[in-house]
C-alpha cells in the first residue's frame, strides 16, 4: 500500500530539548515537503526536498533543519523547540512527473512547553 | 510567489443542498491543482487531482473544475450531507511542492 508514515504521531516536550520527527514513503517519490497547520494560518511550508541531498527552504523555515540522505526518508529536526513551534505537522511526497498527486502523512500533533 | 486563496472562509448550509467552493491562485504556471478534505484534527484526504491540460474532474458526488488562464478552481457538491462536513483545501503545484489555501470550513446541518 502506498503510504507516507509519520511518526511520533503525538509528542509533548519542554523548551529546548532537541527532537526529531521522521517520515518515511514507500512510493519511491522524488519530492518530499513538510508543513505546519495552525489556525487561522492554513498549511504554511516548512522546508522541501526535489531529490537526495537536495533541500531547500519554504515560506517558514526559522527553527528547523532537515535532511535528505536517502529517497524514502525526510525527517525534521527540531534543535532547540520553543513554544511557537506548537503545531500539527504534515509531511507529503510527491513524484517528479508533474501531473501526480501528493500523499500526505497522518499528521505530528507537537506540543512544547 | 504563488498565493492561494480559499473563499468563504466558513459555509453553513442545510442538508440536501448543492454547494460551490472556490480557490483562486496568483501564478497560472500550475502543473496540477488537487482538493483535500480535512476532519478537525485529522490528516488530509485527497479528493481530486486536476491535471493543467483538464478542464475538470469528477468523483461521485463532487466535481472540481478548472480555469488555469484565469487562475481559478470550484469544488461542487450535490445534494450535500451532514457526512460532508470539514475543511476542504486546494492546494496548487508548480515548479515546487503543493502550495494552500487556508481551507472553507463546511457545516451541513442536518
Known amino acids: 500500500e502506498a503510504q507516507v508514515t509519520q511518526n511520533p504521531r503525538y509528542l509533548i516536550t519542554v523548551t529546548g530539548k532537541k527532537l526529531t520527527v521522521t517520515c518515511s514513503q514507500n512510493?519511491?517519490?522524488?519530492?518530499m515537503s513538510w508543513y505546519r497547520q495552525d489556525p487561522g494560518l492554513g498549511l504554511r511550508q516548512i522546508y522541501y526536498s526535489m531529490n537526495v541531498e537536495v533541500t531547500d527552504k519554504g515560506d517558514v523555515p526559522e527553527g528547523y533543519k532537515v535532511s535528505r540522505k536517502e529517497k524514502r526518508n525526510f525527517p525534521l529536526i527540531l534543535e532547540s523547540p520553543s513554544p511557537n513551534q506548537t503545531s500539527l505537522y504534515f509531511c507529503a511526497s510527491s513524484s517528479h512527473v508533474e501531473n501526480t498527486e501528493a500523499f500526505f502523512g497522518q499528521g505530528t500533533r507537537l506540543t512544547v512547553v | 510567489k504563488q498565493e492561494v486563496t480559499q473563499i468563504p472562509a466558513a459555509l453553513s448550509v442545510p442538508e440536501g443542498e448543492n454547494l460551490v467552493l472556490n480557490c483562486s491562485f496568483t501564478?497560472?504556471?500550475?502543473?496540477?491543482l488537487q482538493w483535500f478534505r480535512q476532519d478537525p484534527g485529522k490528516g488530509l484526504t485527497s479528493l481530486l487531482l486536476?491535471?493543467?491540460?483538464?478542464r475538470e474532474q469528477t468523483s461521485g458526488r463532487l466535481n472540481a473544475s478548472l480555469d488555469k488562464s484565469s487562475g481559478r478552481s470550484t469544488l461542487y457538491i450535490a445534494a450535500s450531507q451532514p457526512g460532508d462536513s470539514a475543511t476542504y483545501l486546494c492546494a496548487v503545484r508548480g515548479n515546487t511542492p503543493l502550495v494552500f489555501g487556508k481551507g472553507t470550513r463546511l457545516s451541513v446541518i442536518a
Open positions: 501564478d497560472s504556471a500550475i502543473y496540477n
Open positions: 486536476i491535471q493543467s491540460s483538464q
Open positions: 512510493m519511491n517519490h522524488e519530492y
